[in-house]
């Protein structure tokens, strides 16, 4: 009974790479979420996607950052030319539906510590 | 005026108090209510889910949401060294966005 898998743990990239971040959802979960949490900050949407389409992407960055969540395989959140300031803990959530209008609440992985040099 | 505000912590109680976790809201639209426990290197871990103004409990957690003052709580009984982690609180607005607002967190720890 796996519950959501965010891989690598931890990421170590320099500035100017590019960075990929994975997420499975859970077992039947069909809706993804990416947060991402600053230090001394809190949990900040970025994106949210169900399978090959981007739904609210409010949150995220207009450049640099992408996400994607194929028909098959896992989510990526994908940051191009990464900077100091991307450093952070990013984590996926996933729920069943809607947490809106069926009642399905998200439940989040442990999540890729992300350092930039 | 931000959306979710959350006492300030860290908070650090013995064995066996009664602890008190807060949080209030601004936009009156909220609906959902949640608490998240966070240890540390992992991910939130939900805790408790209600909709409606009044309490819920679950074991030792109770949470309560007062929605004419919006104003959210949990309440840990009998508090335990195992409790010791990070408490998120995280609203959500039914019909809008499908986004968690969190507040910032408290760092609770429990003494033996």
């Known amino acids: 009974n796996a519950g959501v898998m965010q891989n690598p743990r931890h990421l170590v990239r320099r500035r100017g790479q590019e960075a990929r971040l994975r997420c499975s959802p859970m077992k039947g979960h069909s809706h993804v979420y990416w947060y991402r949490q600053l230090p001394e900050e809190g949990l900040k949407f970025m994106v949210y996607l169900q399978k090959e389409n981007i739904i609210d992407e409010s949150g995220m960055p207009k450049e640099r950052f992408s996400a994607e969540f194929p028909k098959e395989g896992p989510s990526i959140l994908r940051i191009q030319q990464v900077v100091r300031g991307d450093s952070a803990a990013y984590f996926c959530?996933?729920?069943?539906?809607?947490?809106?209008?069926?009642?399905?609440?998200?439940?989040f992985g442990d999540g890729t510590r992300l350092s930039i040099l | 005026q931000k959306e979710v505000e959350q006492d300030p912590g860290p908070l650090s109680v013995p064995e066996g108090a009664i602890v008190s976790l807060n949080c209030t809201y601004s936009?009156?639209?909220?609906?959902?209510f949640m608490w998240y426990r966070q240890y540390s290197r992992k991910g939130p871990e939900l805790l408790m889910y209600?909709?409606?103004?009044g309490n819920k409990e679950d074991g030792r957690f109770t949470a309560q949401v007062d929605k004419s003052s919006k104003y959210i709580s949990l309440f840990i009984r009998d508090s335990q060294p195992s409790d010791s982690a990070t408490y998120l609180c995280a609203i959500f607005t039914q019909g809008g966005s499908e986004k968690l607002v969190f507040g910032k967190g408290m760092k609770l720890t429990v003494n033996p």
């Open positions: 936009n009156s639209a909220f609906q959902y």
């Open positions: 959530a996933s729920s069943r539906g809607q947490t809106s209008y069926s009642n399905q609440p998200q439940h």
């Open positions: 209600t909709y409606s103004s």
